[in-house]
């Protein structure tokens, strides 16, 4: 009677369990792909909104560090006089 119990608990471990969460993945899938053109168009635009909103921040943190050098080469110059 254990041996059969034993069994049915490795069919479950084995089979079951990974049935279920690959039938769970495939409908994830199939809900993801059903969205429509819409989202994906403002994905696209948030994204692109993203990385130029990036660059901008690329650029002042160039300009930022450029004040900090001159700042630092004016600070060297002053203190050798």
Do not use: C
Not at 34 to 63: C, H, N, P, W
């Amino acid at each position: 009677m254990e041996s059969r119990s034993v069994s049915v608990l490795a069919v479950i471990l084995f089979f079951l369990i990974p049935l279920l969460i690959l039938i769970a993945i495939g409908v994830a899938l199939l809900m993801r792909s059903g969205r429509g053109r819409r989202d994906t168009a403002d994905e696209t635009r948030m994204i692109q909104e993203i990385y130029s909103g990036l660059r901008k921040m690329e650029e002042r943190v160039e300009a930022l560090e450029t004040l900090l050098l001159e700042s630092e080469g004016k600070e060297e110059a002053h203190e050798r006089q």
